[in-house]
């Protein structure tokens, strides 16, 4: 699985999508689970994307929390 969040320049925002993703893990072991970033973090969407072997598949699901401030 990978998790898609919008991404921050924020320190704390990235750390936030981090214990998410961790939390998950800990819930369930038997799930491979990814953070990956659309943008103003890394990695983004692609890079994380290339990183699953071929022969594995990938479900993306949105991690975007809240609306945006600008």
């Known amino acids: 699985m990978l998790g898609v969040a919008?991404?921050?320049?924020n320190p704390a925002?990235?750390?936030?999508?981090?214990?998410l993703v961790?939390?998950?893990?800990?819930?369930?072991?038997?799930?491979?689970?990814r953070?990956?970033?659309i943008e103003l973090?890394?990695?983004?969407?692609?890079?994380?994307l290339a990183g699953i072997p071929a022969d594995r598949r990938?479900?993306?699901v949105p991690l975007l929390m809240t609306s945006g401030y600008h």
């Open 6 to 9: 919008h991404g921050s320049r």
């Open 13 to 19: 925002g990235v750390e936030t999508v981090s214990q």
């Open 22 to 33: 961790d939390a998950l893990r800990r819930a369930a072991p038997s799930l491979e689970v």
């Open 35 to 37: 953070a990956a970033f």
């Open 41 to 48: 973090a890394e990695p983004d969407v692609r890079t994380a």
């Open 58 to 60: 990938a479900v993306l």
